[in-house]
């Protein structure tokens, strides 16, 4: 059935929803007495009611056994990574060997880079998209000065072109290939933050391994969000957080993947610590570095046990609820709001989405650009219960006063959000235009 602007169209598709007892699982925030209209899972997820039993779990585990909590139980610590891995395999589409969860994003990042951006005389640029999210900006910028070049020798920012808000995928591959044999590693966020933008990750990969460069991503609004199949890909490594999209509460771990056939080098350079090290002879505490095959010989540390406890809370919904299935929800779901905006504008370009209209190129977040007044709008919904998320216009070097232009993110996530939730979003956004 093609979409309806009817409060009894978008009830209908919720009752058709085969995904919707999954927003049952989840508490959501109250205003006026009722759920609030949540938009932001791309910047903190919402908590699973069953987090909390988790980690009571693990707190109780650790006042019974202390230290012999490592051992006993059905989900010991010394192994607790491991129950990690189907979860996150299934998510990112990699095989089990290829995920590791560990430490936070930005310094995964920089472990990842550590292996994989080694830069030669001839072969030390990185290229990258204009506008990243400022900590991959900053972890670049450090590492490449860190190995003595100056940032705008090294880092190569493919922009839109003029007047354009996303990037063109002809243009990522054009930029790999001017750079083509100057190239060390193509680094790239899966999702773009700001706009949205999902890139196409598997051109980008083919493209990079033509000029004989790595290529590496940051899933951090990817993961939880599109279909990733890193292993199919071939993409040498990649890294994520797990608190946006995936619901792992604040400061939740990170996940990373590194691709089967360097997982299984162990002359691979990589920064080292006792829990990457070869698990039969962790334990003899004996000199010489000797890595776990895959991505688990990337491990510093052991297992953060309270935070992964909720994570996996959070990550069997993912595996119950199926990637695909997700998928195809958010797909409708976001098209339904991008299609009651369309009604709205329908006589004057009210509310510009800078979000790409092609599915394949985004995720569930549409970005809507307010030239004018923008946080005061950004204020309205939030006085009418809406959690959306207001950020100042600076895209590609563009400036205006506080408050005047900027982008209201909205990500309508497929395992909470509905489709009245959409349709009562877009009515508020229509009465304020009316204003
Ligand atoms: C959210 C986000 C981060 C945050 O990094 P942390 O190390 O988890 O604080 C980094 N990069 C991108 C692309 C992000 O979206």
Redesign the pocket.
Known sequence: MPYQPTLAYAQEQDRQDPLRPFREQFYFPQHDGRDVLYFTGN?LGLQPKSARAALLHELEHWKTHAVEGHFRGEMPWMEYHKFLLPQTAHVVGAKEEEVIVMN????N?HLMMVSFYRPTAGRYKIIMEAS??P??QYAVESQVRWHGYAPGQAIIEVSPPAGEEYLRSEDILAAIEEHGEETALVLF?GVN?FTGQFFDLKAITEAAHSVGAYAGF?L??AAGNVLLQLHDWGADFAVW?S??YLNSGP?GP?GAFVHERHGNSPELPRFAGWWGHDEQERFLMRKGFKPMKGAAGWQLSNAQVLSFAVHKASLDIFQQATMPALRAKSEKLTGYLEFLIREINREEERYHIITPDDPQARGCQLSIYAPRNGKRLYEYLEANGVISDWREDNLHGRASAPGQAGVIRVAPVPLYNSFQDVFEFAALLKRYGNK
């Open positions: 910047s936070t994003l930005t310094t990042l990243a999210f900590s991959d966020g933050y940051d951090a609004h957080c608190y946006k400061g990170s």
